[in-house]
């Protein structure tokens, strides 16, 4: 049984699995490494993802989706057209493709997949991603981290290392730093930090800013400030697609030139954009936001124990890290060569497919050992006496940020009030210095309620809570009484921006049926290109009632209505049969 290994990224995604002992790519059914995280609802009503989505965001962008990852742990409705979706259900389009990819490759039938995550990603966002794997389909093995992963990938090429490494991870929405011992067969993560919002989509953004400020200099009116709302958004995407592309030549040359052609109309005359940025300008642009990566280099390394000095390798893992700008701001503070034998973009599937090749243990790899870190500190909320006062709201710790994973953590509570026969458990993420709660980091919108406590004298009945933060870095809370042995145990599914149980058997269900009728209308493009080639020889009037009927059947079909789809298709079927005979 093939275990697949997924890297679900912001701007795009891969997958791999182990053969023969070693990591390979899976390529889509595009024949493409990479698939765009693009998702989309076109004019014929299917939902597709990928390149061809992409491909025609420019012409739909209120009909598609980019950079989802960021919305990932929220339940935020997503508007796609005249649908809405949540990002875990967008995210599970993302899968269910790769999925059917993989499938297709490998010629077999895909259940199980390891899927990573940004080191940095909360409670909520891996659960989230988990959920979108089970509405794909997947059982999810493993959520593992991103930098873990490519280390996994790297110290697979190198068994014998013994080093402290950097894993330095720069992708499309997010930066991650992990610091790394190689030991033999042991990776062990001692440290990592990061930033969910950084990364090249910030890059293109300030390219759009940029070109915006070329532009009002030129004609002394905003570049976005004009035309229909459809026409700005439509004029947006063609200038962030544009700037994507920018940034990519300025990895290999010195400058790069913005050509947009016919991209507006103002006062009646129709503009075109031809503006060229230097390599410098873009350096310049940037500069701030590689910089800033480099205080999370810092904690990581310091929260590891360890100095620059003592730094033997640096991988650099995410397609921005092609940026000539990052690759010598790395460079320059560790004071050697970054390791580039992996490719950026395919590491961290790479690792993925090790790590589920790992629980097999028929493979080679099974020997590896990878112990990892929780990136968030944890803990609950208590009263303390400030000023012969009590206050609630103070953090008390019990899983420090970086301790190794599987992590346990115990303490115990007592009443504060006479004849208390509840205690509220508020779970928390936070910072180790944070003094208070963060109401916006609490995990769950409602408290954890341990009742069945006896009536006594306060201070008397005492609980003792339990934390565990598992492999993937998913919570559990254990809460017992210590009088009566009563034990209440809780994984922390039902929390902010996770969907419920119901809402993910639901979402499975119209996963089902959203690629059903995708399918169907991919069916259907045959069956109107067969009925355009009649059309050629036909009579005019012969012509007009095709003309008539294909129309009917691309409405039905943008409506996902199967059984009418199904009827229309009949009736141009039986039209066409009609003009052949």
């Not at 790394?180 to 440290?191: G, M, P, S």
């Not at 243990?361 to 006496?385: A, F, Q």
């Not at 006479?418 to 769950?444: F, H, K, M, S």
Request: proline share 4%.
């Amino acid at each position: 049984m093939t275990i697949l290994g997924i890297d679900l990224g912001t701007t795009n995604s891969a997958m791999a699995y182990v053969k023969n002992g070693q990591p390979e790519i899976i390529v889509n059914t595009r024949g493409e490494r990479t698939t765009p995280s693009v998702f989309q609802k076109n004019t014929s009503g299917e939902l597709i993802v990928g390149s061809v989505a992409k491909n025609q965001y420019a012409s739909l962008p209120e009909q598609t989706v980019l950079e989802i990852k960021r919305q990932m742990g929220t339940n935020v409705p997503i508007p796609v057209g005249e649908e809405t979706f949540t990002p875990a259900q967008i995210s599970a389009h993302f899968l269910k493709y790769l999925k059917q990819s993989a499938e297709d490759f490998l010629g077999e039938k895909i259940t199980e997949a390891v899927i990573t995550v940004p080191a940095y990603f909360s409670d909520a966002q891996r659960k989230a991603t988990k959920i979108a794997g089970e509405i794909a389909g997947l059982h999810v093995a493993r959520i593992l981290n991103e930098p873990t992963a490519a280390a996994i990938a790297y110290g697979l090429d190198h068994p014998e290392s013994e080093k402290n490494m950097i894993v330095y991870d720069l992708g499309g929405g997010t930066f991650d730093v992990s610091v790394v011992k190689l030991h033999q067969d042991l990776i062990e993560v001692k440290a990592s930090a990061g930033d969910n919002h950084l990364g090249g989509m910030d890059f293109d953004r300030l390219l759009v800013d940029w070109l915006a400020e070329q532009f009002l200099e030129q004609y002394d009116v905003p570049l976005f400030s004009f035309g229909t709302p459809a026409e700005i958004t439509q004029r947006h995407a063609r200038v962030k697609l544009e700037a994507e592309n920018v940034k990519k030549t300025l990895s290999s040359a010195q400058e790069a030139a913005f050509h947009l052609p016919f991209l507006a109309v103002y006062e009646g005359t129709p503009i075109s954009l031809d503006y060229t940025i230097t390599r410098v300008e873009f350096e310049a642009l940037i500069h701030p936001y590689v910089l800033s990566t480099f205080t999370h280099v810092e904690k990581a390394i310091d929260d590891a124990g360890l100095t620059i000095e003592a730094i033997d390798d640096v991988i650099l893992i995410g397609g921005a890290t092609r940026i000539p700008l990052v690759q010598k701001l790395v460079e320059q503070t560790f004071q050697c060569k970054a390791k580039k034998d992996i490719n950026p973009d395919e590491a961290v599937a790479l690792g993925a497919a090790i790590q589920g090749a790992m629980a097999q243990p028929t493979t080679n790899e099974s020997s590896l050992m990878v112990i990892d870190v929780c990136p968030y500190t944890l803990g609950t909320d208590i009263l303390r006496i400030v000023n012969g006062k009590r206050e609630s709201g103070f953090f008390d710790i019990l899983i420090r940020r970086n301790a190794p994973l599987p992590a346990t953590a115990k303490k115990i509570y007592h009443t504060v009030n006479d004849n208390q026969t509840t205690i509220d458990i508020g779970v928390y993420q936070g910072d180790d210095d944070d003094e208070r709660v963060n109401e916006a980091l609490r995990l769950t919108d409602t408290p954890i309620i341990v009742d069945g406590i006896p009536e006594n004298v306060a201070g008397k009945e005492k609980v003792e809570i339990t934390f565990h933060y598992d492999v993937n870095g998913l919570i559990h809370i254990e809460a017992t009484i210590l009088s009566t042995g009563r034990t209440i145990t809780q994984a922390l599914d039902a929390q902010r921006g996770i969907m419920s149980s119901r809402q993910v058997k639901e979402a499975k269900l119209a996963l089902f049926d959203d690629w059903e009728k995708s399918k169907l209308a991919t069916e259907m493009k045959v069956v109107i290109r067969r009925a355009k080639k009649v059309r050629r020889n036909a009579s005019p009037q012969q012509a007009v009632k095709i003309d008539e009927a294909i129309a009917s059947l691309e409405h039905a079909i943008q409506y996902s209505d199967v059984e009418v789809v199904k009827q229309r298709e009949e009736q141009l079927l039986d039209l066409l049969m009609e003009i052949i005979e």
